[in-house]
């Protein structure tokens, strides 16, 4: 008999590997990106038949930009390419997306084609991709502190009024839960500076598998593997 699955409601993803996986086969870094991307929306549709809610993807952080100006480049035309069409996706799927990080340091083209995208997609709900581009955990708090007491010397908050709550409500998508499951993918066992605050009860699945060959049997294994997890909250467990 088949085991039923414990669902997570909120997987977030960092895309590790693009790199190597091209490399591997004799072939610039950008094919990597190139053949990344395409994941991306067989991962989202798999989520959302298998009835993850959330799904968050890293897909440039705040220290992408230390790469070769071809590589940020070649990475920006993909983002330019996926939002163009990634509404074809979303509709038939009733998939809303949602962009995370700095997007003011983005050109402004990438900025006004996120703005459409967010705006078309925003009564969908069956699931919510968000993109985390030019993000970083820190910066998200960075923001988020200079944000809050900003409302403090406004005279809007007192200092006393900071608690956990109003730091999350602070972070840049408030509303969305905190991911139950973080996959990493290609080896490397490390968090990189992705949803800091967010993660604090997240279950880690590393996976030796590159980004571009992890598709929806991946994401099962990864749904799998997390079924037999016995979450905690740092609670004592009732039994
Ligand atoms: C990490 O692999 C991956 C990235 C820095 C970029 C992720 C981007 C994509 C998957 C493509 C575009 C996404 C969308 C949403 C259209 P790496 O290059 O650091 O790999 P390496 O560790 O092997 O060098």
Redesign the pocket.
């Known amino acids: 008999m088949q085991e039923e699955l414990k669902i997570p409601r909120h997987v977030a993803i960092i895309?590790?590997?693009?790199?190597?996986?091209a490399?591997a086969q004799g072939k610039p870094?950008t094919f990597?990106?190139?053949e990344?991307?395409k994941?991306?929306a067989d991962v989202t549709r798999a989520a959302g038949e298998i009835g993850i809610e959330y799904v968050t993807?890293?897909?440039?952080?705040t220290e992408?930009w230390s790469?070769t100006a071809e590589e940020v480049g070649a990475?920006m035309k993909?983002?330019r390419?996926?939002l163009k069409t990634c509404t074809k996706d979303a509709d038939e799927n009733n998939m809303r997306i949602r962009v995370i990080g700095e997007r003011s340091a983005l050109d402004p083209d990438i900025q006004e084609a996120i703005r459409e995208v967010e705006e078309h997609t925003a009564s969908y709900d069956r699931v919510t991709l968000t993109?985390a581009i030019n993000y970083g955990g820190r910066d998200e708090l960075r923001r988020a502190v200079r944000n809050i007491a900003k409302e403090v010397s406004d005279g809007k908050l007192t200092p006393d009024d900071i608690d956990q709550d109003l730091i999350s409500a602070h972070l840049d998508a408030p509303d969305i839960p905190d991911p139950d499951l973080l996959i990493r993918t290609?080896g490397?066992q490390r968090i990189s500076n992705f949803l800091l605050w967010e993660i604090a009860y997240s279950e880690l699945y590393f996976t030796d598998v590159?980004?571009p060959d992890f598709g929806p049997e991946e994401l099962k294994k990864a749904v799998e593997a997390y079924t037999h997890r016995d979450r905690r909250f740092g609670g004592v467990k009732n039994s």
């Open positions: 895309m590790d590997g693009n790199g190597r996986w490399k870094r990597g990106h190139t990344g991307a994941r991306v993807l890293y897909a440039f952080s992408n790469r990475l993909l983002f390419s996926y993109l290609c490397e590159a980004w």
